[in-house]
């Protein structure tokens, strides 16, 4: 089933299931509020949480200037271990990393042109809670203001891709199990296709990577 959203009535629009209307070089809001319908009204075990825990960043800890914060010697990007209860290296064996919540963790955490931070006991939080809380403002109501498509709609196409993603399914490929997300985002433009362009690659990826359908089959 293939959704075209798109400011005029193309051919490869009029020949898909629906096509959604919008005004141009809004589709950064419908994005961003799609993703907002995912972390804000759905539970994080709905979303992938094993890939978002095993495959990406997400857990990572962000430390108060906004960069990673990392381990003195190794200088490994450092998680929280839900087990030992404390900051460890990301692949550290066995650890259980968190998706949310606060922390207070001590380590460095380097910056742009070799700025560089101590920190003995820094407030910190996975880059999966940050990203909770920079989509936020991001609601269907607010797009819907900027794109003139209603929020009823966008609600509806992003809890469509969450549940045609059909987290924890798997298919065998050539005698291997591998996850099968049968959901993709295309996008006709890239990030230098002028304003919002970046930001469209941005949330079509994140929204990949919730589901989990960031180069597996089915996914993009």
């Known amino acids: 089933r293939r959704i075209q959203v798109e400011p005029h009535l193309s051919v490869t629009g009029a020949t898909s299931h629906e096509w959604i209307p919008i005004r141009p070089k809004t589709d ?37 200037n906004g960069y990673y914060l990392r381990d003195p010697a190794s200088i490994k990007p450092l998680v929280w271990d839900l087990a030992a209860g404390r900051a460890v290296a990301f692949d550290s064996p066995g650890a259980d990393p968190a998706l949310t919540g606060e922390y207070t963790a001590g380590g460095i955490e380097r910056g742009a042109d ?23 403002p991001c609601t269907p109501e607010w797009a819907a203001a900027l794109c003139d498509v209603s929020a009823q709609t966008i ?9 045609e993603a059909c987290v924890g399914a798997t298919a065998e490929v050539s005698g291997r199990s591998l996850p099968l ?12 296709n002028g304003w919002g362009g970046y930001e469209c690659v941005w949330a079509q990826t994140v929204l990949q ?12």
């Open 28 to 64: 950064a809001a419908f994005l961003y509020a799609m993703a907002h319908v995912l972390l804000h009204e759905h539970r994080l075990e709905e979303l992938d949480w094993a890939f978002l825990k095993q495959r990406t960043a997400a857990p990572y800890l962000v430390a108060p």
């Open 114 to 136: 070799e700025e560089r931070w101590e920190h003995r006991a820094a407030s910190v939080r996975p880059a999966h809670q940050a990203l909770v809380r920079h989509l936020a």
């Open 155 to 163: 609600r509806r196409i992003a809890n469509d891709f969450l549940r």
């Open 181 to 192: 997300r049968p959901v993709a985002i295309l996008l006709g433009k890239a990030v230098n």
């Open 209 to 220: 990577v919730l589901v989990g359908a960031l180069e597996v089959p089915g996914g993009l």
